[in-house]
């Protein structure tokens, strides 16, 4: 009797175990037959988890010289341009790919970058001798994978986590993603017999389409069938029309709503399932979305009634916010977060700001006490009375993209507000500056990253470009490969302005703006390049070196802008 139990049990298990190796595999040959896209986050960058963990009261490992795993790396496109900025931190980056692992280990290659190493293995496998990291990203893997694996992805970020490490881990969430979740069974339903991907995504994108051409767009679900086709249409744009040089192994979104495996879960589920690994959770990646005070106060008031603590918090805000993704950061249960996060004094020398919000008020009048608002390119709004920070705001703004460490700041802008020569300085209004500043740019910081930045480090970039300018060499390399966005030295994707994917590769130091000039001539004759105005194409020598030298200056100046250059 005993015996049949056991068998039957080992069976169902036997089964199971099957079924995941099948599941296992044919995930493993979907990214073989299309490698996923060369994509970096700005969130998952170990800047942003090292800033968070210093504002939540924890002590991680500097940002310059850090040991840093990715879970789930595909082909590189995030931590390669991560190694490229920090040489003097260490990466290692992981997937079952083989593919995907030599696309990303030619590139390693071809820059000759010596502090990151991309190993081909399965998580499920994976052994606890790789090795202790402060920093470790699976982003894009937990929704995306079976069971087992989510659980062996739980069990590295316990093990495998340095005492004062940081973890983010993001995955489809509910209630948003229940929505998402029909779109993607009636495209899977859609394209069932279909096995090639691009047919699929092309099929699967006509039924969205007809749909939502055919539903009633006023009402709920022809709003939402409307806004997922933009989605959609995003995504195209994204990998299937490149700028030039099309390629095949680039084309990866496809993964995200079609793949075998896509499962979403509650944010408490997650939470729960990281604190059975002795994982406690810190805070989510993007800060805004775990402030209450960017709620209404009637609203925030009732929600923290109904919650007990900060995950039943934060879940109830999830439903507020229909929310469909997460980027959750955790650190060992052991650790005294600081979850009333308040501006200290300690923050001046450790962290630098950036602002690349603009000023909307009309007339700025530092001084006296009327407000000062500024507002980013999403349209968050911040403003302020408080001479100091107005100060700080306009400082910011006119040096971006540039960041400046807090110290510097209020050494800059404190001389202007308080007389620094007189021989008796106001110590205790200083002070109270002082914590009145960090505590507004924490309060911008908090209701949008885009207003106020907050950074551990600033990474060595030039906004003007020198005699010969010498650009990025990871974006160099993008654009040589026809990718239509690049990485910039901020860890930011953007999509190249203008002429400048042709002249990227050119930007190695090596060509002044004569030699450059000639190269774009010599793409204008290879018909690389097309000058069109009013009248259609130009031709004349005269006015097709007259454009090039303008859009040449243009161009170099837009790269300095959006921190593409090196000095
Ligand atoms: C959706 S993609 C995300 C890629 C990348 N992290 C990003 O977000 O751009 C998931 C990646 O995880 C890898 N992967 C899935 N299951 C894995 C496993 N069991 N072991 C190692 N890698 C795995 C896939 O090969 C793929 O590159």
Known sequence: MTVLIKTRKAGLILVMQERNKVAGDKLQQSYEDVPYAH?????????????????????PAPVTDCRVLELGCAVGGNIIPMAYGLPESRFMGIDFSPGQIKVGQNTIDSLGLKNVNLIQADILSLSEDIGEFDYIIAHGVYSWTPEPVRERLMQICKENLAPDGVAYVSFNAYPGWRMQGTMRDMMLYHTRHIEKPRDRLEKAQNLIGFLAKSVNVKDQYGVFLNAYTSLLNVYNQFDIQRRR???????????????????????????????????????????????????????AETLLNMSKNVIALEQYMDFLRNCNFRQILLCHKEIDVNRLVKADESWLSKLYAASHARPVTDKINIQDNSNLKIQST???????????????????FRSSPKSISLAELLDEVVQGIHNKESAFPDKTAIESDTLILLDNLLSAFSINIKLVELRLYEPPYTTTASEKPLASRIAQWQAQHGLAKVTNLRHEMLDL??????????????????ALLKIMHELVQQEAVTLTDKDGQVTDEETIHNILKQELEKNLQWLGRVALLES
């Open 497 to 514: 302005l203008h002429l400048s994917g042709f002249l990227l590769p050119y930007l190695n130091g090596e060509n002044d703006r004569d």
């Open 378 to 396: 999403d349209d968050a709004e911040f403003s302020t009375d408080h001479p100091v920070t107005k100060a700080a705001l306009i400082y910011l």
């Open 39 to 59: 994509l970096s986050y700005p969130q998952t960058h170990p800047d942003r988890l090292g800033m968070l963990a210093t504002i939540m009261g924890m002590q």
């Open 245 to 299: 040089n099309v390629q095949e192994d680039e084309f990866g979104l496809l993964h995200d709503d079609l793949e075998e495996v896509n499962d979403a879960f509650y944010f408490h589920e997650v939470v729960e399932h990281a604190s059975r690994h002795g994982l406690q959770y810190l805070i989510d990646a993007d800060f805004s979305k775990s402030m209450i005070s960017n709620l209404k106060q009637e609203t």
